[in-house]
Structure formats: C-alpha cells, structure tokens
C-alpha cells in the first residue's frame, strides 16, 4: 500500500527550463511533506519541505506546491541546472500521530540536458 | 565538520549470517535513524532513537534491532539474513526529538549484498 506515490522513475528536461516533480499521497493525516535530492553513492538531502497550512513554498530556484484536496505536490526548478541531475523523492509524514516517521514515494531521476 | 558516517560502506554476507552496520551522527546531534533502501524503491523507516531510547519501529521483522550508544552512535544489527535484506541501509541524524525525520541529515549508507 503506497501512500506516497511518485509516478514518474524519470524525467528529462532542458538546461535553462522549468522541472516540475509530481508526487501524490493518499493518507489525509499527512501534514508536512518534504522533497530530497539524491547523487549516486551519496545519501540524500533535505532539499525544500512545506506544511499542510501552506501551499506554497520558495527556497531560491525550488518552490513545492501543495494541493491538499487533490492529495498532490509538485516542486518546480526554474531554471534547471546540470547540477539538477538526481534522483528527488518526495516524503511525508503525519507528525506526532507517527512520531515524525517519514513516508517516502520510490523517486524520480531527473536528467538536465545541457 | 563531519557529516553522518556510515560503516563498511558495502557488504556481502551469506545467507542466515549476522550483520552489524554502525552510524556515527553528525556532532551534537542526538536522535538517529535507520532507513532500508530497496533498488527502484524509496527508503522504508526501520528505527528511531533519541538518547539512547527508541522512539519509533517501523514493520520490519524482529530480525531487525538497534542501539544507541552513550555517545549516540548507533548500531543496526539483522539476523538471520534472507536474500531480501539485500539493500542500501541508511542512517539520518537529527539534532532533537523536535525534528527525529525533518531535515535529516544522512551518511552515505552501506550496500548490503546477501547471497
């Protein structure tokens, strides 16, 4: 049962345009929600997070959108940079209920063509 | 400053072996936590610790434990190993139990390969 769904294992986009990162989730308790970026051989890193009162939230080149009726968020990259390339995962978690335990959606690599 | 280190860094064990992989975490942090990393999947939460006490057990066997050490290292041990241990073990540090899972900090894991 996958609460935390990343529906594309890739995508590939054109240095100097947006990335725009999908995830969807479908237990309602969740409230905060955070998307890291993995290198091969590295662990990953906290990259941008938002909480379930917001909808928005921009950290220089990355902003994640939240859509809680329809259980969705996306991060956008603009613009996309080699240094991009990577593996994002979108996780969750329903705080105190799951003592911060994170969910996390399977990943998706990112490709920036220079 | 060190980051989150991670010890051996790959593995191959033998089925039905004992494996102990070891964490150090950042300086100053005190909470430790351990993921399971399937190939094509995203990590899956194993256990949590904050001072020497577990906070959180994620649905793994009880062929999984850990511990933290005085000085908040942190061991995960698994017994009994079946070909499915066969994973990226990864190990997040946090400062408090304020934030055990948020902006975790995370060593490089160990590749653990059964056969």
């Known amino acids: 049962d996958q609460q935390v769904k990343q529906n594309s294992p890739s995508l590939s986009v054109q240095e100097g345009r947006i990335s725009i990162l999908n995830c969807d989730y479908t237990?309602?308790?969740?409230?905060?929600f955070l998307w890291y970026k993995k290198y091969p051989a590295e662990g990953p890193t906290f990259l941008i997070s938002?909480?379930?009162i917001k909808d928005k939230n921009e950290d220089g080149r990355f902003t994640v959108f939240l859509n809680k009726s329809a259980k969705h968020l996306s991060l956008h990259i603009v613009p996309s940079q080699p240094g991009d390339s990577a593996v994002y995962f979108c996780?969750?978690?329903?705080?105190?209920?799951?003592?911060?335990?994170?969910?996390w959606g399977a990943g998706t690599k990112l490709i920036i063509k220079p | 400053d060190a980051g989150v280190t991670q010890s051996p860094t790959h593995l191959i064990k033998t089925r039905g072996q004992h494996v102990t992989l070891r964490c150090s975490p950042i300086?100053?942090?005190?909470?430790v936590s351990w993921y399971q990393q399937v190939l094509g999947q995203g990590p899956q939460f194993i256990f949590q610790?904050?001072?020497?006490?577990?906070?959180g057990r994620g649905n793994f066997p009880d062929r999984f434990s850990a511990r933290q050490f005085p000085n908040y290292s942190s061991e995960l041990n698994v017994n009994a190993l079946l070909l499915g241990d066969s994973a990226l073990y990864l190990c997040?540090?946090?400062?408090?139990?304020?934030?055990?899972?948020?902006?975790?900090?995370f060593g490089q894991g160990t590749r653990l390969t059964v056969v």
């Open positions: 997040a540090s946090s400062l408090d139990d304020r934030d055990l899972n948020t902006e975790a900090f």
């Open positions: 300086s100053g942090h005190k909470s």
């Open positions: 610790y904050y001072e020497k006490e577990e906070r």
């Open positions: 237990n309602s308790m969740f409230d905060y």
């Open positions: 938002i909480s379930s």
């Open positions: 996780a969750a978690s329903d705080g105190l209920d799951s003592n911060y335990q994170l969910i």
